[in-house]
Structure formats: structure tokens, C-alpha cells
Nanobody, 122 residues
Framework: QVQLVESGGGLVQAGGSLRLSCAASGRIVSINVMGWFRQAPGKQRELVAT???????NYADSVKGRFTISRDNAKNTVHMQMNSLKPEDTAVYYC????????????????WGQGTQVTVSS
């Protein structure tokens, strides 16, 4: 069993910063892509940023230049520094990971965290 646990959400004023973290645990062999998605009330879940095991990053146009994703492969963690936050960034942010695991059998599966709320006030 693999689990993703997020932390770092909260309430911040517009223009402020937050740092989200996600730690993957379990019988993990390797993780290919890790990323962050978000879902605002009444909207579909959308991609925010992803990062491969080699460090290649991809960002939604709406966050380019403001958010920075990073990861620690040895610790199976991914982080996202969010600067210059806007009210439209308000959403539940979900960690996502493409995991190769070794128990109870070898396999590959996409996992989601439970989500962390980010609220940006104007």
C-alpha cells in the first residue's frame, strides 16, 4: 500500500506565499512523475505542475513564473513553492504520483493524496 500525505495549505492574503509538501510512503520502488493538481468549487480538477524523476518540469500557464515545483527522489517527496498568490488560486490542492511498488506484488499505479486547502483572500 502506498500513501501520499500533503501538508502546507492554509489561508494567505493575495500576494503572499505558501509552500506545499507531499510525502509518499510504502513499498515504493520508484516514482516517475509527481505533481500537483487543484480543484476549485464548481470546477474540474486541473493540472498545476508536474516534475519527472529527472527534474523535467511542466506548469499550467496560469502559474508560470509564480509557482516552483521540486522533488527529493531519495525521500519520495515533492514540494511546490507558491508565490504571488491570487484569489483565483483558491482551491483544494492534490498531490499525485505515478508509482512503481513492490508489495503485495510488483505493479504500477497512479496515486492521489487527500488534498490540502489553499485559500487566498483579496
Amino acid at each position: 500500500q502506498v500513501q501520499l500525505v500533503e501538508s502546507g495549505g492554509g489561508l494567505v492574503q493575495a500576494g503572499g506565499s505558501l509552500r506545499l509538501s507531499c510525502a509518499a510512503s510504502g513499498r515504493i520502488v520508484s516514482i516517475n512523475v509527481m505533481g500537483w493538481f487543484r480543484q476549485a468549487p464548481g470546477k474540474q480538477r486541473e493540472l498545476v505542475a508536474t516534475i519527472t524523476s529527472l527534474g523535467t518540469t511542466n506548469y499550467a500557464d496560469s502559474v508560470k513564473g509564480r509557482f516552483t515545483i521540486s522533488r527529493d527522489n531519495a525521500k519520495n517527496t515533492v514540494h511546490m513553492q507558491m508565490n504571488s498568490l491570487k484569489p483565483e488560486d483558491t482551491a483544494v490542492y492534490y498531490c499525485n504520483a505515478d508509482v512503481i511498488f513492490s508489495s503485495p506484488y510488483y505493479g504500477r499505479r497512479n496515486y492521489w493524496g487527500q488534498g490540502t486547502q489553499v485559500t487566498v483572500s483579496s
